[in-house]
């Protein structure tokens, strides 16, 4: 019973974004395009293709600042986190909840955004890239949906909040742009980077996603209060 | 460096001239100069403004409100 | 009626310029010129410093935060030192940039170096502005000194993984070690000792500035309370009469 709350509140977002599809409808084709946009901005296509990597996690990152807003704009319309507050349910176990919810969402987009990658940037995958690839994908994205959740909550409420969100999100999520870039390109093969090497940096963003997993549960009660 | 510049004290107007020349012909003494010059300026508009605040706020509060005193 | 300068903050002051007039006649005049850098060195007297109250000011008000969630009295003191470091630390964050930029130029050609000091030292900057936008977002009191309690302690946890990720990273690039404009310099007794004045004398001016603003701080609450009363007691007396 104790994992309850956290699975409904994960079932409860995700159930949302089934009806209303922003993520698909929206969210996806806006990181197509800014993958687009990018070859526009870059040109060349050596490039790119060196690039690939760090282009798929900065059109990730950007689709998460949308992502965030959206998953507490679900809260602000029906007053569902006070209800949970007045309640005295434990927040960490909804910021849980929340995390899951997003961290799948997320996924979904890496998974149209890397085969994206692959056709317009001209990278290849292989056998041990690829699940080098797909750990490293499951280990950023929790951590980007650890951290987008946890300060989601304190930028949603209006009032010139949300802009704060990219400025507080981006610092503390520079480690995983920083790792999951140099896993992908090894996994990629595009720095002339070796598999092996990648795996040490998911091991980095393991740790940061633990990190973030234990601090996030502790604090985003007090960041969410109002 | 001239002995002019070691001579501080009663150091005459031109010796002062000669000595601030000296400064400036120093190697990049723009990045140098402009060092200083910045982080004086920074920190003398922080003070200011610090201390004009508190000027302005100070009459509006009793003294006994103020914990410091 | 009285300010919010103290016995204290004015001997602070006092002995902060007097180390201020020494840091500038012994780093512009009296110490020597680098035997690789020339003059350029001469920098480091207001760079150092810089770094260094920069971090001190991380430090202190991640202590500050600490002490208003988990201390045993929680007074919102904790929170006006919290927020006076965090701006004080801005500024000098800001100058230890500039100037180690233009420290940079002068000794590498380049303004701007991705080594991993330099980088976290931006990274620290762009977090304090974060968590001073926090700060002046809406809220009853306790709950805002709460919340930006938390943020700064979350910044505790994501400064040194930025740093430890940029360390990685930079190695990669074949500058395993940190590219410090001042790595090569022979420091002479002279230049040590200046640049140990310089650091007390930026550590009072920190100290000097935390006071005064953290003083300041609760001023401007109190007069704030103070003005709401007024404001009451003018709607009462128009209701009354």
Known sequence: MKGGLVWAVAARDLRAEARARVTTNQVVPFAGLVMVTFALALDREEVLQRTAGGLVWLATTFSLFVLVQRAFAIETADRALDALRVAGVDLGRVYLGKSIALMVQLFVLECVLVPVAVVLYRVRVDAPGAVLLVTTMICATTGLALVGTLYGGLTVGGAGRETLLPLLVLPVVAPVLIAATRATESALRSGGAAVSEGWAWVGLLAVFAAAFGIAGTLAFGALVDE | ?69 | ?241
Not at chain 3, 61 to 88: I, K, M
Request: proline content about 3%; glycine content about 10%; aromatic content about 10%.
């Open chain 3, 1 to 241: 009626m009285r300010g919010t300068g103290t016995a204290t903050t004015r001997g602070i002051g006092v002995v902060a310029l007097a180390c201020m007039a020494w840091v500038v006649w012994g780093g512009l005049v009296a110490t020597p010129r680098d035997v690789v850098q020339g003059d350029a060195v001469r920098i480091m007297y207001v760079h150092v410093p810089s770094a260094w109250v920069a971090y001190l000011a991380f430090v202190v008000t991640a202590v500050a935060s600490a002490g208003l969630l988990f201390g045993p009295r929680r007074s919102l003191g904790f929170d006006r030192v919290a927020g006076a470091s965090a701006e004080v630390g801005v500024l000098f964050m800001g100058l230890t940039l500039v100037t180690g930029s233009l420290w940079g130029r002068i000794t590498w050609g380049e303004f701007w170096q991705w080594d991993p000091r330099l980088t976290t030292t931006a990274f620290l900057f762009v977090t304090y502005l974060g968590y001073l936008a926090v700060r002046g977002l809406d809220g009853a009191p306790e709950q805002r000194a709460r919340r930006a309690a938390v943020v700064a302690l979350l910044a505790v946890l994501e400064i040194p993984l930025v740093h430890f990720s940029v360390v990685l990273w930079r190695s990669l690039h074949q500058r395993a070690s940190v590219l410090d404009p001042g790595g090569d310099v022979k420091l002479d007794d002279l230049m040590l000792f200046t640049l140990f004045v310089g650091v007390v004398a930026f550590t009072c001016l920190y100290t000097w500035l935390v006071l005064h603003r953290s003083r300041l701080a609760a001023l401007v609450e109190v007069a704030g309370r103070g003005e709401l009363d007024r404001a009451i007691a003018a709607r009462r007396a128009e209701a009354g009469a």
């Open chain 2, 1 to 69: 460096m001239t002995d002019a510049a070691m001579r501080m004290p009663g150091t005459t107007v031109f010796e002062m001239h000669v000595f601030a020349m000296d400064v400036l012909a120093m190697e990049d003494a723009g990045f140098v100069l402009g060092s200083y010059a910045l982080s004086a300026v920074a920190i003398l508009a922080l003070v200011a403004a610090t201390l004009r605040r508190a000027r302005r706020l100070a009459p509006l509060v009793r003294d006994e409100d103020k914990p410091w005193t």
